[in-house]
């Protein structure tokens, strides 16, 4: 079996920050944890028992499809490609509560096989793409769980790709919402089959568990769960046009008591973040903030931005308080690479803290010559 590189490590988006004592109070919801997330400006709107143990049952399914999307992207695998339909896999398929009726000693196109675990959270479907991405179950799960450090994550142990009941296997909403927003940020490609509303293999049609595609077409996923100890779960996203421009945002609902209440419930909770705040673009990409000065490089400046628009939400109609001042991380010495968090936008609402925005560079500032290094270093000194 060929040796699988350890994935890259990242800036850890965990977690956004807090709510602001300022938020708007969110509605009460029938579920036993919930959390809402504003993906376009990183911020959490609303949190309850985020960071309560909860068994992630087929929400474990979004790390599955994280590794293998990050798997097509290096290469690895094809979505054309056919992969064998273990027993083993068969086998969780027809001892599990969801399946994709794959027949063992098959083969099955890994789009296939996609469609199967997110349409129809198919068991059996994340098992064969494991096998087909790790080798074996075994390697698979030490994958996700090698991914969710990366993330950050600390309170995530996966024991199995398909979320059966394990002991140890385990995560809370705040980290749960963490793998959502890096599968629908990093492989934007996977929303179209989370947003499908049914699936049809081997001639057996299936419609899509979440009833919030039926109900709302700005949600284009994400995922649905159930069992016994966890109760009905969904983790829900939805983009809708304001006059900023376009706004995600991510819930996560667990323990509701029943299908219809778990939608209902995202659903109310979707709809207060959108109603009860207004987005303000601040930036625009790729506009720069503020120019720095730069010791001992090619270029005595640097433009400070980011490379997507800087957004925030307040609630509604008081974006009249808002006010921003940058604090910069000075001196700044060359090199500095493009998109190097060198300062913060410090955005205040009232008089009060608001959100702190990190600052990139623009673009790459080589080092100077020797002279010009030189001359800096005197001139700091003497600063």
């Known amino acids: ?21 300022a938020m708007p109070q969110p509605p009460e919801l029938a579920a036993r944890a919930f959390i809402l997330q504003d993906l376009s400006s990183q911020q959490t709107l609303a949190a309850r028992n985020a960071d309560q143990p909860v068994e992630p049952a087929s929400m474990t399914k979004l790390m599955t499809a994280y590794l293998v999307f990050q798997s097509v992207k290096a290469g690895k695998l094809q979505l ?28 099955v196109k890994v789009d296939d096989l996609l469609k199967g675990m997110t349409i129809q959270s198919g068991n059996d479907a994340s098992v064969a793409l494991a096998e087909a991405v790790g080798g074996t179950v075994e390697n698979f799960v030490g994958m996700m769980n090698r991914q969710a450090q990366v993330f950050g ?30 599968l629908v940020t990093d492989f934007p490609q996977s929303l179209p089959y989370y947003a499908a509303k049914e699936f049809t293999f081997g001639g057996i049609r299936q419609p899509n568990r979440n009833l919030l595609l039926w109900r709302d077409p700005t949600v ?35 323990g509701a008591t029943s299908p219809e209440t778990r939608a209902n419930e995202s659903q109310k909770l979707l709809n207060w973040g959108y109603g009860a705040f207004d987005m303000v ?8 903030v503020t120019t720095a000065p730069v ?50 936008l410090k955005v205040t609402l009232a008089g009060q803290p608001w959100q702190d925005v990190a600052l990139h560079t623009l673009e790459a500032v080589p080092s100077a010559g020797w002279f010009g290094r030189l001359w800096d270093a005197i001139r700091l000194g003497v600063k």
Request: aromatic share 6%; hydrophobic share 45%.
């Open 1 to 21: 079996m060929p040796a699988w590189p350890q994935p890259a490590a990242v800036a850890p988006v965990f977690p956004f920050a807090a709510p602001s004592a």
């Open 80 to 107: 054309a490609q056919e992969v064998p339909v273990s027993e083993r896999a068969w086998r969780v398929g027809i001892t599990g509560g969801s399946r994709s009726f794959l027949v063992a000693g098959s083969r």
């Open 153 to 182: 994550l600390r309170a995530t142990s996966f024991k199995n790709p398909e979320g059966l009941t394990v002991a140890g296997h385990a995560s809370t909403a705040r980290e749960l919402s963490v793998i959502a927003l890096r």
């Open 220 to 254: 284009d996923g994400l995922k649905t769960s159930y069992t016994e100890t966890a109760g009905y779960c969904l983790i829900a996203t939805a983009q809708r046009t304001t006059p900023a421009g376009p706004r995600r945002l991510l819930s996560v609902v667990v």
């Open 281 to 288: 673009r601040l930036f625009d990409a790729n506009q720069a």
């Open 295 to 344: 010791w001992k490089g090619q270029s005595s400046t640097v433009r400070l931005g980011r490379v997507a628009p800087v957004m925030v939400v307040v609630p509604r109609g008081q974006a009249a308080g808002l006010k921003a001042t940058v604090s910069r991380n000075d001196p700044l010495l060359a090199p500095l690479t493009q998109g190097q968090a060198v300062g913060t």
